[in-house]
């Protein structure tokens, strides 16, 4: 975030309650992309651990192409995030695409790098270490 939204800050972090990470879209160049989808069935809950930032005007539009939202590879929604200081809304992107495939090894790095970078808790962090990956030249 620190590149693509050099001028809107961390606000704090939150949960996606009754979400799950996952990942969809053809296995492109460097693996499936990582999304969210819904899971309000799932017992116990299912949550995301979210960062959240205010956003500037310049940078909605910088994120916006970078997320791929003119050629609807992202959609934009907005949700409900459990944060420590009450719930918070926020936009959040949504991939338009199936759900399946693998990751690559190096794309769930940067999320491993950004969950621990934000404070994600230690479970959280093992359960995205023990996610599975697409191997290196596969």
């Not at 926020?90 to 338009?96: E, N, R």
């Not at 690559?104 to 621990?116: K, P």
Request: proline letters at 6%; a negative charge; hydrophobic letters at 40%.
């Amino acid at each position: 975030m620190g590149q693509r939204c050099p001028h809107s800050p961390l606000r704090g972090t939150g949960w996606l309650v009754g979400w799950r990470l996952t990942f969809g879209g053809e296995d492109g160049w460097d693996g499936a992309l990582s999304t969210v989808v819904e899971a309000p069935e799932a017992v116990p809950p299912s949550q995301v651990f979210v960062a959240l930032y205010d956003i500037t005007d310049e940078d909605v539009d910088r994120l916006d192409e970078w997320e791929g939202v003119g050629i609807g590879l992202y959609l934009k929604t907005r949700v409900r995030v459990q944060a420590l200081d009450g719930e918070q809304l926020a936009w959040l992107y949504v991939l338009d695409a199936y759900e399946g495939g693998l990751p690559s090894a190096s794309h769930v790095g940067i999320l491993l790098e950004a969950a621990a970078a934000a404070g994600a808790p230690d479970d959280y962090v093992r359960d995205l270490v023990n996610r599975p990956c697409r191997s290196l030249g596969a």
